[in-house]
């Protein structure tokens, strides 16, 4: 059985918000594995892996154990998990905010008016530390799902939970009251793994997909008089490439951007002068 192996074990999400994405960025990378049913392991192929489905919130503790060499997981289940584990490599998935919300017609205002005040959450140990900031004192309601419905059953005057996309909050007529902190999915490594190499190949291997899913490749042509404005516009992750075109006087940009740049420096190109800019999707890299 895989737990009795001596493969590398990369523990990651089983269900939730992380589960999908986390998958579809081990494929991606290279990190192939079939899940049967509800199997508790899978053997990654041509690698000696072992994938095992875990509960997001009990990755940052089973790292810190040295049960598994790696985790995927939430950096705020990190922070609230509170061991001695710093993530590795942020992976550009599942970015969300942990924010206090009150009903749309709560009173209340702001952290100050909280004192008192009963607060539901699956994260006491970062809501405590917030309260603490503030000089706030609460009491905590800790549960472990649905708290977005504790303030419509009378259990709350507030909560603290994730918010993503917003549609949760609409749902349950809340609104944020305050924002605690920005978060992402992480990488973890435990500190005590037995295969140090093997981990940095694994990580070079999800940075390559890391980093070609928040860039693209922009290729267009440009007159020599302006070619220093354009690659002021598209200094690539190193450096652009430029070559010179067949017709005098012109020359070939090629520079990698981000793709939350890309239409804005387009049409900087194009007001420049650029001519036959074309975006091309990064699958893969190594920078
Ligand atoms: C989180 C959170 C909210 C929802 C917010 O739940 O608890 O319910 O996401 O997302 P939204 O702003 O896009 O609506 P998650 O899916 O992590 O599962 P959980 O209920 O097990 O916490």
Redesign the pocket.
Same mark, same amino acid.
Not at 15 to 18: F, H, Y
Not at 144 to 148: A, L, P
Not at 161 to 171: H, M, N, R
């Given at each position: 059985m895989p737990m009795a192996s001596t493969n590398l074990r990369l523990g990651i999400p089983s269900? %939730?918000? =992380?589960a999908e994405a986390t998958t579809s960025l081990l494929v991606d990378a290279g990190l192939k594995f079939r899940r049967s049913d509800r199997a508790l392991f899978a053997r990654v192929r041509d690698m000696p892996v072992d994938v095992t489905f875990l509960r997001?919130d009990d990755i940052p503790v089973l790292c810190a154990e040295g049960a598994i060499d790696l985790g995927i997981t939430g950096s705020d289940l990190l922070e609230e998990s509170g061991v001695d584990l710093t993530a590795r490599m942020p992976l550009g998935l599942g970015g969300?905010r942990l924010a206090f919300c009150v009903a749309q017609d709560s009173q209340l205002q702001g952290p100050g008016d909280l004192q008192g005040a009963r607060i539901a959450t699956?994260f006491p140990h970062v809501t405590g530390q917030y309260l603490a900031r503030h000089g706030v004192t609460c009491r905590i309601v800790e549960l &472990?799902? &649905? @708290? !977005?419905v504790m303030i419509a059953l009378g259990v709350a005057d507030a909560i603290v939970?994730? @918010? !993503? *996309? %917003? &549609? *949760? =909050? @609409?749902?349950n007529k809340l609104r944020i009251l305050d924002e605690i902190g920005h978060y992402e999915t992480v990488l973890v490594q435990s500190p005590t793994t037995a295969d140090a190499d093997l981990c940095a190949r694994i990580v070079r291997r999800l940075e390559g997909v890391v980093i070609a899913r928040s860039y693209c490749l922009l290729e267009y042509n440009i007159p020599e008089a302006r070619l220093a404005s354009a690659e002021k516009l598209t200094p690539g992750f190193e450096s652009p490439t430029v070559s010179r075109l067949e017709e005098a006087g012109w020359f070939s940009v090629r520079a990698m951007v981000r793709r939350s740049d890309v239409i804005d420096t387009m049409e900087q190109l194009e007001d420049l002068g650029a001519t036959a800019i074309l975006e091309t999707e990064i699958s893969n890299c190594r920078l």
């Open positions: 269900k %939730g918000r =992380l997001a969300c699956s &472990s799902g &649905s @708290v !977005e939970d994730i @918010v !993503e *996309t %917003g &549609s *949760t =909050l @609409v749902a």
